[in-house]
Each structure stands twice: as structure tokens, then as C-alpha cells.
């Protein structure tokens, strides 16, 4: 298959894809459709089956019902081909060998990959071909795997965690290098804990909870399904007692004579601050972000009740 009809293809395309592991259901029914040149964001807490659902897409583990198809094929021969590159957070680097030769030796592997150096480049790390693993730092580490990821040059990246242990320059060189490459048509599906990454590098999010897809769409839209909005007000006589008694508070921090609320009713929440605290001052009221709608909608199910 040429490149042409490859980006033809949904890039990916996961259909109710299950796994469960005695009596818990990891991945419990996963529709994703994933369109080529798409930059999506996977997100959810620990144990919300991220991890389960990209081992199945990059066919480590095999669902137990569903299907996955990655350009029109299987995840076997997407891998074959070369066209898909993953950065997984744990993967081992050889502590012996340079940087050069562990991405030249990943680049051996594939019929038509990308040369060497500029792997390097786009990584940021050809100043670092000499260096043997074991002189790495962690976030140098994760700048080679995103270069032996790159290397087959591939039409889907997949990404585990990619900027952890990469300081805030070397995260935003990081993300600048992921849209060049995606401006050519390429796939990025990315796992983080970074809410901030997702928020402003994604153009698209899947939250996922026990197992399930909760929310996806636009930032814009995640945020908008979490409704509610965010109070945040200098009310120095404030007691957490009295913040949580407000009409329509969901969540409250009261710190240091502030506090900062969640609310289902902010026009009410408003009123009834100010009828209590006529000194509140400061007062700023906004839609909620995506670390709230987060909070939210990946909250366990006894939280929901």
C-alpha cells in the first residue's frame, strides 16, 4: 500500500474493542475513529484501560472481542510496514551503544525509513549521536525514543507520556516539532498527565473512564459537557463551612482569604456570596477548563451518585 492510499484511511479505527483480565473489564467497549492528521489527546486516571486500549492498537495485546484496523489493515502489518512509530515511556535504551547507533539499528529494521540524521534532527538530539545510553538524562532519554520512533518515518505516532522528565523548553521544541510533522498529514495519538499539553497541542480529546469512553470532541467541546463554571473570589472572612453551604457549589478551596468554587448555578453562587460577604472583591467567573471537565467526567461512578 503507497502512501497516497494510506492517507485515505481512517487512520484508526477501533471497534467495540473489549478486554478484561479475570473481573475486571480493562477496556469495556471502545468505538475511536481517528481521522489521518488528527492530534489527539488520551486522557483519563490510572486504570482507565489508556494503556490497555494502545496495546491493542499497537497489537501488543490481543482484545478479547472487537476489532482494530490501522489504515485499513491489521496492527501487525501497520507495524511492518513501518507505518506505525511508538514512543513508549518505559522502553529500554542499550546503555552501551551511542544514540546514532540505536536509532541507525531500529532504522535496519525498516524497508524504507527516514535517514538517520534527521531523525536526530527532528528529536533536537543530533548533538547527542556520540553519547553512549548510559550518559543520558531523562529527558535526553525520551528525546531518543521519540527519534526511534520517528525513524520509520511513520504515518501514526503513537505516544506514551512523551515530555515526562523534559523541562518546559525542551517540552515546547518537543510539541513544535509534532504539529511540523503533522502538518504533512501524520497521525498523533498522545497519553499524558500534562492537562495543560492537552489543552493547547490537541486537536482533539478522549477521556476515558473504567473501561469506556466518557467524553471526546474539541477542547471546547469536553469542557462544555462538564457544565459549570469556576468562581474565584477574595473573601478574606470566608469559612470552608460557609463556601460549601453556597446554593449550586460542587467543589471549593479556601486558601490564604480566597477561594476558588465549582458551580452548576454561578449566577446564584454570586448572589448568595455577596448577600453573605458583602467585602468579597476580585471576583472573576470562568467556563470550566479542561482540568475541572477532567475531574469531572472521569470521576469514579460513587462520586457520581
Not at 92 to 112: F, P, Q, W
Not at 115 to 122: I, K
Request: proline residues 4%; charged residues 25%; hydrophobic residues 45%.
Amino acid at each position: 500500500m503507497d502512501g497516497t492510499q494510506t492517507l485515505t484511511r481512517a487512520a484508526v479505527r477501533l471497534t467495540g474493542l473489549r478486554k478484561h483480565y479475570g473481573e475486571v473489564r480493562a477496556v469495556d467497549g471502545v468505538d475511536l475513529t481517528i481521522a489521518p492528521g488528527e492530534v489527539v489527546a488520551l486522557l483519563g486516571p490510572n486504570g482507565a484501560g489508556k494503556s490497555t486500549t494502545v496495546d491493542m492498537l499497537l497489537g501488543l495485546t490481543t482484545p478479547d472481542a472487537g476489532e482494530v484496523s490501522i489504515f485499513g489493515t491489521t496492527p501487525a502489518e501497520a507495524v511492518a510496514r513501518g507505518a506505525i512509530g511508538a514512543m513508549l515511556q518505559g522502553a529500554a535504551l542499550l546503555e552501551d551503544a551511542t544514540v546514532g547507533e540505536m536509532v541507525g539499528m531500529i532504522a535496519s529494521l525498516h524497508r524504507k525509513p527516514m535517514p538517520v540524521a534527521e531523525a536526530l534532527r527532528r528529536a533536537g538530539i543530533e548533538d547527542l549521536a556520540n553519547r553512549r545510553g548510559t550518559k543520558l538524562s531523562g529527558g535526553q532519554k525520551q528525546r531518543v525514543r521519540f527519534a526511534v520512533a520517528l525513524v520509520s518515518d511513520p504515518d501514526l505516532l503513537v505516544l506514551d507520556e512523551p515530555t515526562a522528565a523534559m523541562d518546559v523548553g525542551s517540552r515546547r521544541e518537543f510539541w513544535r516539532s509534532m504539529h511540523a510533522y503533522t502538518n504533512t498529514g501524520r497521525t498523533v495519538l498522545f497519553a499524558t498527565h500534562y492537562l495543560e499539553e492537552a489543552e493547547e497541542f490537541a486537536d482533539r480529546v478522549v477521556l476515558m473512564r473504567s473501561g469506556r469512553i466518557v467524553a471526546d470532541g474539541t477542547v471546547a467541546e469536553v469542557r462544555a459537557l462538564a457544565s459549570g463554571r469556576t468562581l474565584r473570589a477574595a473573601v478574606p472572612e470566608a469559612t470552608p463551612a460557609a463556601v460549601a453551604d453556597l446554593p449550586g457549589v460542587t467543589e471549593y478551596e479556601v486558601r490564604g482569604g480566597r477561594i476558588a468554587v465549582s458551580t452548576s448555578d454561578s449566577d446564584a453562587t454570586l448572589r448568595a456570596l455577596l448577600a453573605r460577604f458583602p467585602g468579597a472583591h476580585d471576583i472573576e467567573i470562568t467556563a470550566i477548563g479542561l482540568e475541572g471537565a477532567f475531574l469531572t467526567l472521569t470521576a469514579d461512578e460513587e462520586n457520581h451518585r
